[in-house]
């Protein structure tokens, strides 16, 4: 293994989190390859050893997008969302009753199903909360997923995964050969640039945020920093969603987990 290689590896990990071992060579290959010979490289090597000389420039950061695993469906894993419907959302409800707002953060929302279908979910739960103020904060680290999040199309097999003949009739309309989310949902949506290893400073603070299936691909250094980031973010009577393969027990602290719920972590005492 190269030096260039190293030093991208080490780039990765301090920029994003993400951890590449030597058993994941073939997806840097599969996924910089293409990049190199659009870019006139002449290898990987040569993007790598430039992406080293100008570790902060346009393309260091393009390379670090690529490597990120943009995995996203509508309702992913549906019992998170079950949860929130059933357990999560009457809680948060009782707790801000006077301030009848609601503060959403879905971190490294990749393509944006996941906050869309947060916002579909309080869309049908909105006779709970007539007159609530509902925001929604969407972030990722890639620039060029939030600009598609943004747009609110999909094709039809990312609609047909995970979402049902009702919702895909409630809230899309054709677009050729595309589905448009309605501007009723896209509405209720903010996307933003963000690293979860950056800081929280200028998002405020929120009721419920989801982190799912970004912590399984940090090295527990980093798991610690993000999740201690998330922490100043949430309110004291927050709720914080991980994936299912996903825990903080051993890492932090600050949280415990939900009995009864999967994946579900509230702030500590």
Known sequence: MTVAYEGFRKLVL????????????????????PLARKDGFLGLDQLLAKVGAEPSGALAQ???????THESFFFRDATPFDQLRDVILPDLIAARA???????????????????????????EQHRMPGWRIDILATDMSLPILERARTGLYSDFEVRRGLSDA????????AGDQWLLSPQVRSMVRFAPHNLLAGTSGLGRFD?????????????????AALGQIRQALEPHG???LGS???VVGLDSAFAPVVGLRGVFKPGS
């Open 14 to 33: 301090d920029r994003s989190g993400l951890v590449l071992t030597a058993d994941k060579d073939y997806l840097l290959k599969s996924r910089l390859e």
């Open 62 to 68: 393009r390379c670090i997008d690529a490597m990120a």
């Open 98 to 124: 006077q301030s009848r707002t609601l503060r959403i953060w879905s971190a490294a929302c990749s393509s944006g199903q996941e906050p869309y279908s947060l916002a579909m979910l309080l869309m049908e």
């Open 167 to 174: 919702r895909l009739a409630r809230w899309f309309t054709r």
């Open 208 to 224: 419920l945020i989801f982190c799912r299936n970004v912590l399984i691909y940090f090295d527990r250094e980093h798991k610690r």
């Open 239 to 241: 709720a914080l969603v």
């Open 245 to 247: 393969a996903e825990t």
